[in-house]
Each structure stands twice: as C-alpha cells, then as structure tokens.
C-alpha cells in the first residue's frame, strides 16, 4: 500500500492550514493511502529545538517521512517564508531524506502576494534534501477557510476543486514512479 506522509509546519493546532490537510487527509484516505501525520503542534517544542534525534516522538516522525513514497509538506506562510516550525522539522531529516519521493507543498496565508514562497523558500531546500520531483502545490488565502463553531472547517468550492486537482496530480505521479520503479527492478534483475 502506498503511504504518504504529511509534515504540517504550524505550531498551532487552530490554524486554517488544518482545514487544508484535514481534507487531503480526508480524501486520501478514502482512496486507500496509508497516511502518517507530523505536526510541528504536536511533536515536543523542546525536542524539536534541541534537535533531538534520540527522542522517540522525534525518530517517528523521521521514520514516518522515511517510509513514504509522497510527502505533502504544509505551512503556513509568514513573513514570504514558511514557518520556523516547517524548517525545524526539515532540518532533523537525513540530507537526502526526500530523495525518491513526490513532494506536494500546501501553503496558506494572508494574501496571494506570498504565492511565490513555495518557489523561493521551500523548493531549494526540499532540493537540498535530495527532493527532485516537486508538484506546483496548492496555495490557499485565508479567507478562502472559514472556522466552524464545532472546530470544523469550510472550504470554499474553487478552493476543493484546487485541492482535488492536487491530488489527483499526486496519484497519477505515484502510478508512474510505481512503474519506473518496477521497470527499473525489472532492468536490474536481467
């Protein structure tokens, strides 16, 4: 089964960048990917910045990137980058710890004068960690999110479209690495 790892760079657990990855999550499980979910809200602040790779939350979270065919990496966008956060969690992944997978960056933020963030922050070092195919990605302006009273999230239609689109750009990149990988297992055995 095909896994995909998310790496959520919010540190606050009320973030509209949860709606976006609520809902690929959402989706994605439904279309039978195994999913892992790291998120800078959830993994400990200290062992995140003393880099801490003997703690256990730490080594799942590095192990869970590892172990994924696509890594989908959201942030929240502050200030034209992604969040400290974000690159926290990057900087404890081997250096070519995204060698080999599919990278679909998620960005959220206040205006979509921040759109080229993805291009001018996060590809170099996605490059840097040995990542070389990257999706265009899905950049979404706040107000296109709405918080529901019950904790929940609105979406916009344009929005989900936009994100469907996303997705259905991911499969079809796994299907293809899956056949060159097979080809390619193929090629050596003869």
Known sequence: MTRIAFIVGSPTRGSRLFGL????????????????????????????????????AIKQAVAAVEGAEAVII?????????????????????QKGLRGKVVLPV???????????????????VAALGGTHILGGVFAVDQWISRLEDGGYE????????????????????????????????????
């Open 21 to 56: 990855t609520g809902y690929l999550e959402e989706r994605l499980a439904l279309s039978g990917y195994d999913i892992d979910f790291v998120s800078a809200a959830d993994l400990p602040a200290k062992d995140l910045l003393r880099a801490d790779f003997n703690s256990p």
């Open 74 to 94: 959201a942030s929240p966008v502050y200030k034209a980058s992604y969040s400290g956060a974000l690159k926290t969690i990057l900087d404890l992944l081997p």
């Open 107 to 125: 960005f959220i933020g206040g205006t979509i004068a921040h759109l080229l963030a993805v291009d001018y922050a996060l590809k170099p070092v």
């Open 155 to 190: 979406i916009t239609e344009e929005l989900k479209s936009r994100l469907d689109d996303a997705l259905q750009e991911l499969g079809t990149e796994l299907a293809q690495y899956a056949r060159d990988t097979s080809a390619g297992r193929r090629e050596q055995a003869i």
